[in-house]
């Protein structure tokens, strides 16, 4: 059914990109390089060699970007800082003033239209000089991280006032420590490894916040989370129980992962915990591959959130699936499997289907499941394989669908949502499969040196979204 009304009076509406997806300049103006600027330029990486040497070249592009944001008439735009571009080595010792210039006018640009900045201080471009020290394998990365912020903080924090720590912090550890298909392409301690990265990036985000908490929020005023993402999932067979355990299992394993520490109690989900702890006991290992947080780690990590930030893009259906103990992986702890192959990246982007009503089941699960904290959606989009779809009428349905459903959490069920923001304001590099899939709501030509953007119906339909709020209620009808 198709619900009419309206969003809170002060809904945050907005679009969403990330630093190496659009920025371009990869070493322009003394910006160090970054594990995705390597990894891209080994040929056979992505697909059709395709890089983000100049991606939208958004780097030499902030009014063009500017005015496209001001004529969608959103009121947010959620942006990432390069860390690499802000310090070219990693460490503050190497400040680079062109890249706090950019993003100075970047913000400043923004305020002037009255768009709130929602920066992500890590979106995977993390600086190759750290990798070289051992990437987020080195609990060094948690003073080095801090660092980072802290200068973000005090350069920037006076405007901006919604920081993320981590974006989508689950293929940092899963994809580049696990399986290797992202860089830094380790895959030699499978299920080792991954658990030990998370649990040094869930203490390098409770440190940020800490410091955001202790020397800046009380004259900022601003607030400060991580973002992550979940599918939906559904069991296969809802009256067997196994199915069922499956199906909670993955929401664990995928989100509690990182929200469990941060919004229940400072540690890993009980599912994890039993889980992992199973697996390794019966592997004859003499502790379990997920480390343990001290007591005192506990303290420290748990309420490290002022809010809820969720990515939302599909739903699958799972099913229990007793594996082999070796090899041991990520994915194996999990004995599940999902009915249709939608993990990503997919690998053809017709298995990211189209699921709406799994993000009202999402919001309601985080509702239940973490006592109802305020919600913003950090992105929610789909990927369409054309190089021009300005009439792009499939995407005007999967935003239409997909907002209705938010509506409804919001109005019919209570779930406190406060902004909705689209994945993505233009086409820009989608990591491992390049340029093909176009996410943006502004078609961009590629070919054209000038990467000229052009809005796509989907913009025109967004921009009315935000004009009435919603979906009020036709006025024809409404009496």
Known sequence: MYFY??????????????????????????????????????????????????????YNKVDEDLYLLRALKVNSYRFSLSWPRIFPNGRNSSINSYGVDY?????????????????????????????????????????????????????????????????????????????????????????????????????????????????????????????????????????????????????????????????????????????????????????????????????????????FCLNYYTAKIIQHKTTRLKPYSYENDQEQVSEFDSSWPPSALETVRAVPWGLRRLLNWIKEEYGNPPIYITENGVGIKSKSDVDDTSRIYYLKTHINEALKASRLDGVNLRGYTIWSLMDNFEWLRGYEPRFGLHHVDFENPNRPRTPKRSAIYYSEIIRQNGVPLPEEEDH
């Not at 190759?128 to 948690?142: K, Y």
Request: glycine residues 8%; charged residues 25%; aromatic residues 14%.
């Open 103 to 307: 993003y100075n006018r970047l913000i400043d640009g923004l305020l002037t239209r009255n768009i709130t900045p929602m920066v992500t201080l890590h979106h995977w471009d993390l600086p190759q000089a750290l990798q070289d020290i051992g990437g987020w394998a080195n609990p060094t990365m948690v003073d080095l991280f801090d660092s980072f912020a802290d200068f973000c903080f005090q350069t920037f924090g006076d405007r901006v006032k919604f920081w993320m720590t981590f974006n989508e912090a689950v293929y940092i550890s899963w994809l580049g420590y696990d399986t290797g298909e992202f860089p830094p392409n380790i895959k030699d301690n499978p299920g080792i490894a991954v658990y030990n990265v998370t649990h040094i990036i869930l203490k390098a985000h409770a440190r940020v916040y800490h410091t955001y908490d202790q020397k800046y929020r009380e004259h900022q005023k601003g607030v400060i989370s991580l973002t992550i993402n979940v599918d939906w999932v559904e069991p296969k067979n809802p009256s067997d129980p196994r199915d069922i355990e499956a199906a909670d299992r993955f929401l664990q394993f995928m989100g509690g992962w990182f929200t469990h520490p941060v919004f229940k109690n400072g540690d890993y989900p009980d599912a994890m915990k039993w889980k992992v702890g199973n697996r390794s006991e019966l592997q004859k290992l003499p502790s379990s591959r997920l480390p343990v947080f001290t007591e005192e780690e506990k303290d420290y990590i748990r309420g490290t959130a002022d809010v």
């Open 5 to 58: 009304g309206t969003f809170p009076e002060d809904f945050l509406w907005g679009v969403s990109s990330s630093a190496y997806q659009i920025e371009g300049g990869w070493d322009a103006d003394g910006k160090g390089p970054s594990i995705w600027d390597n990894f891209t330029h080994i040929p056979g990486n992505i697909k059709n060699n395709d890089t983000g040497d100049v991606a939208c070249d958004s």
